[in-house]
Every structure is written in structure tokens, then in C-alpha cells.
């Protein structure tokens, strides 16, 4: 697995001056909460999470198993006839630094590409998905090109420099990112999340003694804005899959094998 070159960092370290922390909120009745910042400066673009119920029904949203979640597949319509995307993009996930590239027309329903951790369109009418429970679903947007993306980021994956690919699949050859906006949405959060030192040497931090808790959201806020991100332009969520009060997430560490989804896409 390749690596992302980065400097020797303090363990865990704060979120970055200048980016903020913020709740998704729910809108209607669908089962999912959304960045209401992003929903009023970009009306163009539909974007959120799921949660973990819809009424009194579980809402997993996982395709990893044979046979799959009961019910997952009428989940997915759903999502797209809630949505308005008439076509939905999801792949498996691997842990790595691949990211794809989606252009044109896409046929109605959904499709799973090849295994990657990260998807990019400028086409209207595809939503982009990443299925997580405690990982990182970063939300990517560029509202001058009328871009968005959407990545699965894990400890591993942003190892890997998976963030960093992302932000580069999203700017092609312009080689400008200062017109990006980044969201990290719910996963596990930096109280809940305690690993090995291994971890943390490899995502480029100083190497703790024995099991100690990251904040894996901050360590990718620092990595946006070392890649040229503004920092009024990133923002974290406050929501923990963990220790929220609600239980309003899937959780890995918590003993669930649901996932919830976070999806970004630009309105036909």
C-alpha cells in the first residue's frame, strides 16, 4: 500500500484554526441528516448521510454481505427517488487511494463501479455514495466548477493518502484546490477512537507508548488545509456513530454490522 509522504506531527492534533465544527440536521422525514450550511449556499447540490432508522425499521444500507442486508437494495431506490438523481454511483471499498472519475450519462438506478474509496462528477443527475460505520465520509464541492466528490476515508485509506488523492482527482490539471469546500461527516470521534501506536505513526504523528484515542477528523482537517484547503472552507461534524446519545449511527466499535451512507450529487 502506498503511503502519503507527510511531517512527524504531535499525536492527535486540534482541529485547525479557522475550521469548524458543525451538526447535520434531519429536513424532512427521510431517514438521513444533512449540512443545512451547504443546503442554503448550494442549492444545486443534494447531499447528507443516513442514520441508522427509518420509522421503526432498521436502514442498513450494506452490500458487502451474500446475501445482502435484508432489504437493502429497496433502500437504495429510496435514496435515489428521495434524492431526485435518477442514477446512484457506489463501489467496494478498499482501504486505499483510489479514486474514480465519473462523466456523462449514467442508466437509472444503481451502480457499483470497481473497488475504490473515492468518486468525482460534474455530472448532474449521479449521486456519489461511500458506506460507513465510524470511518470518514468526506464530502467534497467545488461551486465554481460544479464539481463534488465523495470519499471513504479510514485510518488506512488516509494513510494511504486517499484525502490527498481526492483533492487532487477533484481539481484535474488546474492544479488549484483554494476554490474547494471540504466536510467530514459523523464517525467515531477523537474521546471514542483509541488505537495502537502503529496508527498514529502511520498517518505521520509521533508515536504514543501504548493505545491512545486519535481524532482521525482532525488529522484530515490538517491534511485539507496543509493541501491548500481554506480553513473557513472545512468543516467537521460534531456528530459521534459512537457515543452519540441518540444512537443515531451504525458503529463498527459499537458492535453493529449496519452502514449508513453519505452521498453527494448535483441536482438535474
Do not use: K, N
Amino acid at each position: 500500500m502506498r503511503r502519503h509522504s507527510t511531517s512527524i506531527l504531535p499525536a492527535s492534533p486540534p482541529l485547525p484554526i479557522g475550521v469548524c465544527r458543525v451538526y447535520e440536521r434531519p429536513r424532512d422525514s427521510f431517514a438521513a441528516v444533512r449540512l443545512v450550511e451547504w443546503e442554503e449556499r448550494f442549492p444545486w447540490v443534494v447531499q447528507g448521510v443516513t442514520t441508522r432508522r427509518a420509522g421503526s425499521d432498521s436502514a442498513d444500507f450494506d452490500l458487502r454481505l451474500f446475501p445482502e442486508s435484508e432489504g437493502a437494495r429497496d433502500r437504495w431506490i429510496d435514496l435515489l427517488a428521495w434524492s431526485g438523481l435518477p442514477a446512484g454511483m457506489h463501489a467496494r471499498q478498499v482501504h486505499e487511494a483510489r479514486v474514480r472519475r465519473h462523466e456523462g450519462a449514467r442508466e437509472a438506478g444503481l451502480t457499483v463501479a470497481l473497488p475504490c474509496d473515492g468518486h468525482f462528477t460534474e455530472t448532474p443527475g449521479l449521486l456519489l455514495t461511500v458506506s460507513v460505520a465510524d470511518c470518514v465520509p468526506v464530502y467534497v464541492l467545488d461551486p465554481d466548477r460544479r464539481s463534488v466528490g465523495m470519499i471513504h476515508a479510514g485510518w488506512r485509506g488516509a494513510a494511504a493518502g486517499i484525502l490527498e488523492e481526492g483533492l487532487r482527482g477533484m481539481i484535474g490539471s488546474s492544479g488549484d484546490v483554494g476554490t474547494l469546500h471540504v466536510h467530514l461527516g459523523p464517525s467515531i470521534c477523537g474521546a471514542c477512537y483509541e488505537v495502537g501506536g502503529e496508527v498514529f505513526e502511520a498517518l505521520g504523528l509521533a508515536r504514543p507508548q501504548g493505545p491512545t484515542p486519535i481524532d482521525l477528523r482532525a488529522v484530515l482537517a490538517l491534511r485539507a488545509v496543509g493541501a491548500g484547503v481554506a480553513p473557513e472552507a472545512v468543516t467537521v461534524s460534531g456528530h459521534c456513530t459512537l457515543c452519540g446519545p441518540e444512537r443515531r449511527f451504525f458503529s463498527h466499535r459499537g458492535g453493529d454490522g449496519g452502514r449508513q451512507v453519505g452521498f453527494v450529487g448535483i441536482r438535474p
